[in-house]
């Protein structure tokens, strides 16, 4: 699954596509035959049990941007492909910067855009408020979730529960909330996606800025999700600095002392605690805010592939 925000030349380049690069991306997808897929077809594929094609590939945007109308819109509907749209109501409702008017949501919808969930105001959705109690956030979270998805539903009929979170920010007190209200939760935390992916952690391949550049993304398409038989320790909001997370994987189709781990430059060597479990540490404390480690192995059965996943954290 792909992530883009911003499809302008005049908007910053860490979230941002040309239009020329986005077209670019869209004929590279069509030249090496890849199924554009809606998102509704994934989730249905992963909800139920059935496998995901290798070439198979999710485009979304975040952020309720006016350009994913006037410029990207236009680009995607020529191709004929599929695209979700993650908006916050909030910021529409009160034109919160260079933001989509509910007009255009609605002509994107009618178009066949799937138009899903950025919660109300595209808030840090992990962080209290000063005072508050665990109970009182979750309370104050789920009636975002709930009053956005309402939002989108009066606005375009459409209503698929789906939640990306803001900034890609989730821990597992929230993730248990998105699953108990029948929600799938959607991150942007790289990686590939397979049988095994948690439904309330999705991850997403940014196709901005750095990773804008076709030799990158192709890199990216070539990619297969880890089969993760238990997350270990993997809850997103970090208690230990440097964290540690340790995962059981399915081996059968890579080689365990090809696994690589990394956190930024820093290569960490997996520590294997058995024959299918293993862990890894940073060597500093990692810095505030958002972080990941990376770890990826290449495949033994599908050549120039690679099984590929990020854990990310946050230090808040």
């Not at 789920?142 to 309402?150: F, H, M, S, T, V």
């Amino acid at each position: 699954m792909l992530i883009y925000h911003h499809v302008a030349a005049d908007t910053p380049r860490v979230s941002s596509v040309t239009a020329a690069e986005l077209r670019q991306h869209l004929q590279y997808l069509r030249d090496n035959k890849f199924d554009v897929i809606g998102l509704d077809v994934l989730v249905n594929q992963l909800k139920q049990g059935k496998p995901v094609a290798d070439n198979a590939v999710v485009i979304t945007f975040d952020d309720s941007f006016e350009n994913n109308f006037t410029t990207a819109h236009p680009i995607l509907m020529e191709f004929g492909y599929p695209y979700t749209i993650f908006i916050s109501p909030g910021s529409i409702d009160n034109r919160v910067g260079p933001v989509l008017s509910w007009d255009q949501v609605r002509t994107m919808a009618a178009d066949g855009v799937l138009v899903a969930n950025h919660a109300m105001n595209h808030e840090h959705m992990t962080q209290r408020e000063p005072g508050e109690t665990e109970a009182e956030w979750l309370a104050r979270m789920e009636q975002n979730i709930l009053n956005a998805e309402r939002r989108i539903k009066q606005e375009t009929g459409q209503s698929h529960q789906w939640l990306a979170y803001p900034y890609g920010e989730f821990n597992n007190q929230l993730e248990a909330l998105v699953k108990r209200l029948g929600f799938i939760g959607i991150g942007q935390q790289s990686g590939a996606i397979g049988h095994s992916t948690l439904l309330t952690r999705i991850p997403r391949y940014p196709a901005a800025g750095q990773y804008a550049d076709l030799a990158n993304l192709a890199q990216k398409l070539r990619t297969l999700a880890f089969d993760i038989t238990d997350y270990l320790s993997a809850n997103q909001q970090i208690g230990t600095n440097p964290p540690t997370l340790r995962l059981s994987v399915n081996i059968t189709d890579f080689l365990r002392d090809q696994l690589r781990c990394y956190a930024g430059p820093e290569i960490l060597e997996p520590k294997w605690l058995n024959d299918n479990t293993f862990e890894v540490t940073a060597s500093k404390p990692l810095n505030r805010g958002r972080s990941r480690y990376n770890c990826t192995a290449p495949s033994l059965s599908k050549k120039g592939y690679f099984y590929w996943y990020s854990q990310p954290w946050l230090n808040q």
